[in-house]
């Protein structure tokens, strides 16, 4: 979120004046915000960049029309507090998600946001780690946690098991216990397995749906026909959680049929959340894996890799050194 006060300090923010490719991003000047009640201003260090990022980036989606500035994720240094605010002060080291989807503008040198939307960044993490972590590992913690209630001795496939979400909910799940099947193309199998992985399966050449039997959850992020056939593969009372609405309408009356459960979910701004992803990061249970790193000058460039979708893990966008 950007203010728009005239006699406020500017600051640089990664915008956009149109819909499209990633050409349409430029760095400009805008008033630097101000925190209102329950919100601290963060003086940004890092933001990831999610796929939200870029489908925002190309159409319109929740955000109305442009201009805006996208970013969810933030690791930073409080710069000021809001009225009411008594769990930070400036010069807190914070990392957090803004509430999506209207809370968006984290590219940017500052940006405010809930109070409780921040937890202390881990002193084990650089701001470029923590900034990669929080819309993915809230989306991996929500479906795995809050959502499946995954325990010890479980079973649980993860698809994309590399990418974003993915990679960190390979971790999440074997920090709970879990036993962890991962999909994922075969030049990155060794990452997979590095994260913990039990089993892992090359999608291209193997049909998941014909190799897996018996799991107790399955985290979909793919959507569509993915969502469907996973249904297959879960023992009767399983869960599907996809965190993917494509093609959804079919899914919860085939779960029916099959007896198993199917949920679909988007990632909330959660404090709690964000408390345990921090205490999984300071134990070492929980890394994300930054596959790249870019200055707001080199937005267009980070845009269009991730794009890809081959991206192993995250990309990240650095606001100061």
């Known amino acids: ?68 500035t996208l970013g969810w994720d933030v690791s930073g240094t409080v710069e000021a507090v809001g009225f009411g605010v008594s769990l930070f002060q400036p010069g807190d080291e914070v990392f957090g998600m803004l509430p999506y989807p209207h809370g968006a503008g984290s590219h940017a040198e500052y940006v405010t946001g809930p109070a409780r939307a921040f937890v202390p960044k881990p002193a084990a993490l650089s701001h470029v780690e923590a900034g990669a972590l929080p819309l993915a590992a809230l989306t991996a913690w929500q479906a795995l946690v809050d959502n499946a209630h995954v325990e010890p001795g479980q079973r649980v496939l993860v698809h994309a098991a590399a990418g974003g979400v993915g990679h960190l909910a390979v971790q999440i799940a074997k920090a709970r216990g879990a036993y962890v099947i991962g999909t994922a193309s075969a030049a990155k199998h060794d990452f997979v397995r590095g994260l913990g992985t039990d089993e892992v ?66 990632v909330e701004h959660d404090q709690a959340g964000m408390a345990a992803i921090a205490e999984l990061a300071e134990s070492g249970q929980l890394r994300a894996h930054v596959s790249g790193t870019y200055t707001f000058a080199e937005a267009v460039k980070a845009h269009a890799e991730a794009e890809t979708g081959r991206v192993t893990g995250k990309l990240v966008l650095t606001a100061r050194p």
């Open 1 to 68: 979120m950007t203010g728009n006060t005239a006699s406020a300090p500017a600051m640089k923010v990664v915008t956009q004046h149109t819909f499209g490719g990633p050409d349409v991003l430029e760095v400009a000047e805008a008033a630097r915000p101000e925190p209102g009640i329950g919100q601290i201003l963060v003086a940004v260090h890092a933001a990831g960049i999610n796929p939200t990022d870029w489908k925002h980036r190309k159409q319109r989606i929740f955000l109305g029309e442009p201009p805006f």
């Open 201 to 266: 399966i090359d999608y291209r050449t193997v049909d998941f749906a014909e190799a897996v039997r018996d799991v107790d959850v399955v985290l979909d992020a793919l959507g569509g026909e993915n969502c469907l056939r996973s249904l297959r593969v879960l023992r009767p009372g399983g869960i599907l959680v996809s965190i993917l609405p494509e093609n959804w309408d079919d899914v919860p009356g085939r779960a029916r049929e099959l007896g198993v459960r199917a949920t679909f979910m988007v």
